[in-house]
Nanobody
Framework: VQLVESGGGSVQTGESLRVSCVASGDTFNYDCMGWFRQAPGKSREGVATRDRRVGSTRYHNSVKGRFTISQGSLDNTVDLQMNSLKPEDTAMYYC??????????????????WGQGTQVAVSS
C-alpha cells in the first residue's frame, strides 16, 4: 500500500491543523491506520491509531483531548485533526498502516507501510 500525507504547515501555539493521508494500492488488507511523529533529535513515536473495521481509536497520552483521528472523506483516507497545538507538537508527521488482529492497532511497533511525512511546526 502507498500512503501520501498532506496538510502540514506552520501555526502558532493554540491554533489548529488537519493532516490527511490517502492510501492506494492493496488497501483491502490494511486494517489499521495511524499517525506517528518524529521531532528533531528524537525517536519516532505513535500519536494516534484507528481500526478501520470498527472505527476504534487510541491516542498517545500527550495528545489526548487535543487530537482526533478519523476516517476521511473516503474509506482509504485517514485524517488527524490537531487542536490546541503546542511547540512540543512540532515534528514530521507520518501516516502508517498495517494488517493486524482486532484490538492490536495500538501496538505501535509493527506498522509496516509508511508515507513520506508532512511537516508540522508550532511556534510560541
Amino acid at each position: 500500500v502507498q500512503l501520501v500525507e498532506s496538510g502540514g504547515g506552520s501555526v502558532q501555539t493554540g491554533e489548529s491543523l488537519r493532516v490527511s493521508c490517502v492510501a492506494s494500492g492493496d488497501t483491502f488488507n490494511y486494517d489499521c491506520m495511524g499517525w506517528f511523529r518524529q521531532a528533531p533529535g528524537k525517536s519516532r513515536e505513535g500519536v494516534a491509531t484507528r481500526d478501520r473495521r470498527v472505527g476504534s481509536t487510541r491516542y498517545h497520552n500527550s495528545v489526548k483531548g487535543r487530537f482526533t483521528i478519523s476516517q476521511g472523506s473516503l474509506d482509504n483516507t485517514v485524517d488527524l485533526q490537531m487542536n490546541s497545538l503546542k511547540p512540543e507538537d512540532t515534528a514530521m508527521y507520518y501516516c502508517a498502516a498495517k494488517s493486524a488482529r482486532p484490538g492490536t492497532c495500538h501496538v505501535w511497533s509493527d506498522y509496516d507501510s509508511w508515507g513520506q511525512g508532512t511537516q508540522v511546526a508550532v511556534s510560541s
